[in-house]
């Protein structure tokens, strides 16, 4: 059964899944960190990262917030995570903004 991407696909880095968030695509590592594409997002290729009351939007080029704030940690695990795993969140973003299906990508090791 093929399924599709309505709207937004949301990942979570471990933690307990909140209100109506449908994870997709990444399995789960601490921290607990949830982290979102939306289809509906423009350009630069971006994800957004929600780690408690944290919220940032994260660059994938870069690994580096265009806006927000996250904890230290959680910054430098998301950072780590983007370098080992470029290639496919930019494949996630064309996926998301063609309103498919997004890929799975490992978390870290």
Same mark, same amino acid.
């Given at each position: 059964?093929?399924s599709r991407m309505r709207g937004n696909?949301?990942?979570?880095? =471990? =933690? !307990?899944?909140? /209100?109506?968030?449908? #994870?997709?695509?990444?399995? =789960?590592?601490? #921290? ?11 350009? @630069?290729?971006?994800?957004? *990262? !929600?780690? =408690?009351?944290?919220?940032?939007? +994260?660059? +994938? *080029?870069? /690994? %580096? @917030?265009?806006? /927000? %704030? &996250? @904890?230290? !940690?959680? &910054? !430098?695990? +998301?950072?780590?995570?983007? %370098? &080992? ?12 903004? *063609?309103?498919?299906? &997004?890929?799975?990508?490992? #978390?870290? @090791?």
């Amino acid at each position: 059964m093929e399924s599709r991407m309505r709207g937004n696909a949301h990942v979570r880095f =471990g =933690g !307990r899944r909140r /209100g109506n968030h449908q #994870p997709k695509s990444w399995n =789960g590592a601490s #921290p607990p960190t949830l982290l979102s594409m939306y289809s509906s997002d423009h350009p @630069p290729p971006h994800f957004h *990262a !929600r780690y =408690g009351e944290y919220e940032a939007k +994260i660059d +994938i *080029a870069t /690994g %580096e @917030p265009q806006a /927000g %704030e &996250l @904890p230290v !940690r959680a &910054l !430098r695990l +998301i950072r780590e995570w983007v %370098e &080992l795993h470029r290639a496919e969140l930019l494949a996630d973003w064309e996926l998301a903004q *063609a309103r498919k299906e &997004l890929a799975k990508i490992d #978390p870290l @090791p």
